[in-house]
Nanobody, 125 residues
Framework: VQLQASGGGLVQAGGSLRLSCAAS????????MGWFRQAPGKEREFVAS????????YYADSVKGRFTISRDNAKSTVYLQMNILKPEDTAVYYC???????????????????WGQGTQVTVSS
């Protein structure tokens, strides 16, 4: 499956952005989807994930209550709504896809087989 992330940009602290990740090449509804991010000089970290049905979601503690992951299987797209953005949210955001054996939301990068190219999010203070 090919993944194309978009929606990044420059925003002031307290603002919002919505990232999108469009998938193609396989049956999107079979895949669990995740968002990860990597800040300069830091390792890639988990942000949020959603099961193939959308019934299960999982968030990193650092974004819980501010970010919301969702998906539209008819559009083969997963979204990350980011509210109350902070400077520490600045990073390149990546979407990823996993073909799981059950309807769950993986939270580790090694569980994902496919990755998008990343989109830059910069939050100014």
């Amino acid at each position: 499956v090919q993944l194309q992330a978009s929606g990044g940009g420059l925003v002031q602290a307290g603002g919002s952005l919505r990232l999108s990740c469009a998938a193609s090449g396989r049956t999107f509804s079979n895949y669990a989807m995740g968002w990860f991010r990597q800040a300069p000089g830091k390792e890639r970290e988990f942000v949020a994930s959603i099961s193939w049905s959308g019934r299960t979601t999982y968030y990193a503690d650092s974004v819980k209550g501010r970010f919301t992951i969702s998906r539209d299987n008819a559009k083969s797209t997963v979204y990350l709504q980011m509210n109350i953005l902070k400077p520490e949210d600045t990073a390149v955001y990546y979407c990823a896809a996993d073909l799981p054996y059950s309807d769950y939301a993986p939270a580790h990068s090694y569980e994902y087989e496919y990755w998008g190219q990343g989109t830059q999010v910069t939050v100014s203070s």
